[in-house]
């Protein structure tokens, strides 16, 4: 599917444009003058050690932080690229509970975790109006089993599901409205290696599936090489080194990025 | 403490307390709020709630609000889970025949101002009443949005899916809307507002009432409204819709089908009796002629409900 989109560059629009974006705490820097593009379909991994600023990039994308500087362009279905740090709170709110999505690394704070998995699931449906019990357990359900859980456990509560499963859940939860864009921070954090394997090969099956574009924020370099098609390296703030992923990790140029991937166990 | 003052004479005397114990500044006030709170129906307005001579969770909210509409010339009906002689309504009651020297009824077609806690009437109300009702936990949204910041906004951006998860969670669980009480309604098609812990037997009195609905919570410091002849829609799925109860009982004592029973214990063989919520329309009923089952054996009834039907045939 990618492949076969690369040959017609000139006409793609890019998804979400960011330029020269800029988050200061006070004197420290969060993150200093980024700027990327990220096409409909394509996973972005941005990859760089503690306080290198992929989170604060992360919070200023999604809309949860103010950047001081910069722009945050987004391909919006209704009314095409716009700035989103432009839009009212409303419309942002809006935007984040249907076309895009937020997966956080504890899936206790994306899930309620005293509503079943079920309605979990049915949050999104019915906070776009969807008012059918049947169809939207139907959907759950649906979305259950693409995440490979139980059906048994539809009405369980997450707090009595393993971290692995959790986590899962927490991703049916956000895909069941057919996102275009989902902000991943460090989603196999926190998991063992056979769950995290087994976790990536399911997020990239449902990427590929429904052609959502993904920034996935991660200090782990096999998640990165795995997922993503290119690669942001942070480094105190700045972006060190940017390209396709096998590049970056294969060749990489800057000496950050050489101890970073020489690192790696 | 001032003594019943309801002729002329008794204003004449310097009295401990103001006309219906809160001061003319702290009545402006609220009803300032009360006024906002008509033009946007369903919209919870803070207010400074005041101390008053009762717990929290007794009707502060409630007890404010008719202290800040109420007239020499109005005439107050209390009622508690619809029944005039409970602790609440009778203190409650007692309270503002003390402080305002009105005239109190238990007859709900002859009050104009009429302050509940957990039920409406039976008796449909008439334009020109005010219905004051005592709210616990004013927010629907707390149960599964415990930020009351976040709540303010899910509330001024109309983002109520939150509330339909709740109602899932109930289908769920218990393969129907198990919610019996304060039941989530949709105000004038904007504001998700909850109707107090009445029944939700008592939702569909609430839409399109010709009384106005005045809401007040004394310690969460909200007051909301329902403006006459509003529309108001219980939630509900299309595929589960909203229904009240119903019993297969009718009321032991008047026979009545059509009104809210509760069921009473009668002896330790596991007799039940149901009666009537609202007493004064099962005493008007009776008083009519309409009897029963269980009035064949008026023993029972008087031992069950003595001060009911005392209080029943002093009032006429």
């Known amino acids: 599917m990618r492949a076969a989109a690369q040959f017609q560059p000139a006409r793609r629009q890019p998804l979400l444009s960011v330029r020269q974006l800029t988050k200061m705490y006070g004197k420290t820097v969060g993150c200093r003058d980024l700027s990327f593009d990220l096409f409909p379909g394509e996973i972005i991994a941005i990859v760089g050690e503690s306080g290198s600023g992929k989170s604060t990039l992360l919070s200023c994308l999604s809309g949860r932080l103010m950047p001081d500087q910069g722009s945050v362009i987004y391909d919006l279905n209704h009314k095409g690229p716009t700035d989103i740090l432009t839009l009212s709170e409303p419309e942002r709110r809006k935007l984040m509970r249907t076309d895009w999505g937020l997966v956080h690394q504890n899936p206790r704070d994306g899930l309620r975790m005293e509503v079943t998995a079920g309605g979990n699931i049915g949050e999104r449906p019915m906070a776009v109006g969807a008012r059918h019990y049947g169809r939207i357990r139907e959907e759950a359900q649906d979305w259950l089993a693409k995440v490979e859980i139980d059906l048994l456990r539809t009405d369980h509560r997450p707090k009595t599901f393993s971290g692995g499963m959790q986590q899962r859940l927490q991703i049916a939860r956000i895909l069941v409205t057919k996102p275009r864009l989902v902000f991943m921070d460090e989603p196999t954090g926190g998991l063992d290696v056979s769950v995290q394997a087994r976790l990536l090969d399911l997020l990239r099956c449902l990427v590929m599936n429904i052609g959502v574009a993904v920034v996935i924020v991660t200090h782990d370099l096999s998640v990165a090489r795995l997922l993503a098609d290119r690669i942001i390296v942070m480094w105190r703030g700045n972006m060190v080194e940017t390209g396709l992923a096998d590049q970056v990790l294969d060749d990489p140029h800057h000496p950050y990025t050489q101890l970073l991937v020489s690192s790696v166990l | 403490m001032t003594g019943p003052h309801g002729n002329a004479a008794g204003r004449s005397f310097r009295q401990p307390y103001n006309f219906a114990y809160l001061d003319e500044q702290s009545k402006r006030m609220i009803r300032r709020c009360i006024l906002k709170s008509m033009a946007v129906p369903g919209l919870q307005v803070p207010f400074g709630s005041r101390e008053m001579p009762l717990a929290y969770g007794w009707g502060t ?13 109005d005439t107050l009906k209390v009622i508690d889970q619809g029944a005039d002689d409970a602790t609440n309504a009778v203190s409650i009651r007692r309270f503002f025949k003390r402080v305002a020297g009105i005239a109190t009824t238990e007859i709900t077609e002859a009050a104009t101002i009429i302050q509940t806690r957990h039920r409406v009437p039976e008796t449909p109300l008439k334009e020109g009443q005010i219905i004051v009702y005592q709210v616990p936990s004013p927010e629907p949204l707390r149960r599964l949005e415990p930020r009351d910041s976040e709540t303010r906004k899910m509330h001024a951006y109309a983002e109520y ?11 769920a669980r218990f393969g129907h809307i198990a919610t019996t009480n304060s039941y989530p309604v949709m105000t004038n098609g904007r504001y998700l507002m909850s109707p107090s812990p009445i029944p939700k037997f008592d939702n569909p009195k609430i ?7 005045l809401f007040g919570a004394g310690r969460e410091k909200r007051i909301y409204a329902v403006p006459p002849y509003t529309q108001v829609q219980s939630l509900d799925f299309e595929d589960h819709p909203f229904r009240v109860q119903r019993w297969r009982q009718c009321c032991s004592l008047c026979g009545a089908t059509d009104s809210y029973l509760d069921e009473i214990v009668m002896s330790d ?5 149901f009666v009537c919520s609202d007493t004064d329309y099962c005493t008007t009923r009776r008083d009519h002629g309409h009897l029963g089952p269980d009035r064949g054996d008026p023993a029972d009834i008087e031992l069950l409900l003595p001060s009911k039907i005392a209080t029943g045939s002093e009032s006429r």
């Open chain 2, 207 to 213: 839409a399109n009432n010709p009384a106005i609905q």
């Open chain 2, 161 to 171: 899916g939150l509330m339909s998860v709740e109602l899932y969670e109930d289908i």
């Open chain 2, 269 to 273: 063989k596991g007799r039940r009796m």
């Open chain 2, 61 to 73: 909210g409630g007890i404010q609000v008719t202290a800040s509409v109420i007239g020499p010339n």
